[in-house]
């Protein structure tokens, strides 16, 4: 931020602390809110030439004007227009701000782009990488076949721990956004891979310190994402996989197979942890060109 704003931070962390502690909130969606109002008090006061405090709409809408001008895609102004509007909020509700400038602007439209999938043999060509004869390798196999399984956030994924595990029962609590729990059930798959990393392997990774999480790397520690990225990247190397893989088009994945052979929105919305329907709608778009795609290979009239 600007000299002129550096009693603007107080009242920035004391945001932070709130969306932490009230609303729950995983540490990298708070770095990247603190990033995105670290941007806007020094560019928009730039912009307006007052303290953050006493922009106007004006000012807030030629801060965001410059930000498309530079090359910024909507999705990214988008998402900075979130933080302020919510920051705004806040400082209206506590009495920083006598009125809230951010309260009548909209968000960009952006496009909302279908997201990737694998096939169902690719997604089997994935799962089989792992060395089964490795230690490793044993704790990567159940770690994609649960994250097949259960569709999970790769955060809920390497947050869970052992006492979220019920695998007399066959499902595992998952924490998503705003530490909201809910159950998803486990494959007979998942959790025959995941009995078997959890009894032959992960007493010799955690060399018996009492670490809660179930997933650990080399040195006993909880796996990174970074870690867990890498070793998916490799695994879809070998698996002859040619579009990006992460975490997240796996989820894509567990969601539209499901889709396919005829859940319900309603189901998927509540094994996905999404909070709105509308978030799990995208794959009824998904599903109907998917469907068009096969009208216009078969049907003898395409």
């Known amino acids: 931020m600007t000299a002129a704003a ?15 502690v009230e609303k729950g909130l995983a540490a990298n969606t708070l770095d990247a809110y603190g990033r995105d109002l670290a941007d806007f008090g020094s560019g928009a006061e730039s912009a307006g030439e007052r303290r ?24 990214s102004v988008g998402r900075k227009m979130s933080s302020v509007r919510g920051l705004y909020r806040f400082w209206t509700r506590n009495g920083t701000t006598a009125h809230d400038p951010a309260q009548r602007l909209d968000a960009p439209k952006t496009a909302r782009g279908l997201p990737r999938d694998l096939t169902l043999d690719e997604v089997e ?10 230690a490793l390798g044993v704790r990567d196999r159940a770690l994609l076949e649960v994250l097949y399984a259960t569709g999970l956030r790769v955060s809920e994924l390497l947050g869970l721990r052992l006492q979220d595990l019920n695998l007399e029962v066959g499902f595992v609590v998952a924490y998503g956004k705003g530490r909201k729990e809910r159950l998803v059930p486990l494959g ?36 990174s994402r970074q870690g867990f990225w890498k070793r998916l990247h490799q695994y879809a190397l070998l698996a002859g996989v040619t579009s990006r893989v992460t975490p997240h088009v796996l989820r894509h994945s567990f969601a539209t197979h499901l889709l396919e052979r005829g859940a319900d929105l309603r189901s998927l919305q509540l094994l996905l942890g999404h909070a709105s329907i509308s978030t ?13 795609q096969i009208y216009q290979q078969y049907h003898p009239r395409a």
Request: net charge positive.
């Open 280 to 292: 799990t709608q995208i794959y009824t778009h998904l599903n109907r060109q998917r469907l068009q």
């Open 6 to 20: 550096g009693d603007t931070y107080p009242l920035v962390d004391a945001y932070l602390d709130y969306l932490r």
């Open 52 to 75: 953050v405090t006493a922009l106007t709409e004006d000012d807030l809408r030629l801060y965001f004007t410059r930000l498309k001008r530079r090359g910024i895609s909507a999705r």
């Open 188 to 223: 007979d798959e998942a959790q025959d891979r995941l009995k078997q990393y959890l009894a032959s392997v992960r007493p010799g990774l955690s060399k018996a310190r009492k670490v809660p999480h179930v997933f650990l790397n080399r040195s006993g520690n909880v796996l």
């Open 125 to 134: 060509r994935l799962l089989a990488q792992p060395d089964p004869d490795c």
